[in-house]
């Protein structure tokens, strides 16, 4: 099981970023997959879930209306498009798959893989 983050990197607040999550190893369409982020010196932290179809999408209060979670079963990928970016957003982004049926719930118990991270820093 192998998920690859990218597209991380320094952007100045307001702007915007869009993460991948490259999925192999398992059979992707059969998961739910979730963003969390951990920034210095703080827990890692739910961001946002979407169903194994792709049908339903949660999101932690912090960024609702303002990142977007999608997934590609095709491409084994699922996706974090991130708009009005704050400072308080910087942190490492993590993609994890998870078949619990309350993946929504955003415990990252729940989610048995998980990828490396990526870097996100909003600064001007």
């Known amino acids: 099981v192998q998920l690859v983050e990218s597209g991380g990197g320094l952007v100045q607040p307001g702007g915007f970023l869009r993460l991948s999550c490259a999925a192999s190893?398992?059979?992707?369409?059969?998961?739910?997959m979730g963003w969390f982020r951990q920034a210095p010196g703080k827990e890692r932290e739910f961001v946002a879930a979407?169903?194994?179809?792709?049908?339903?999408?949660y999101y932690a209060d912090s960024v609702k209306g303002r990142f977007a979670i999608s997934r590609d079963n095709a491409k084994n990928t699922a996706y974090l498009q991130m708009n009005s970016l704050k400072p308080e957003d910087t942190a490492v982004y993590y993609c994890?798959?998870?078949?619990?049926?309350?993946?929504?719930?955003?415990?990252?118990?729940?989610?048995?893989?998980w990828g490396q991270g990526t870097q996100v820093t909003v600064s001007s």
């Open positions: 190893g398992f059979t992707f369409g059969s998961y739910a």
């Open positions: 979407i169903s194994w179809r792709g049908g339903r999408t």
């Open positions: 994890a798959a998870s078949e619990a049926g309350t993946y929504y719930s955003g415990s990252d118990y729940l989610y048995p893989y």
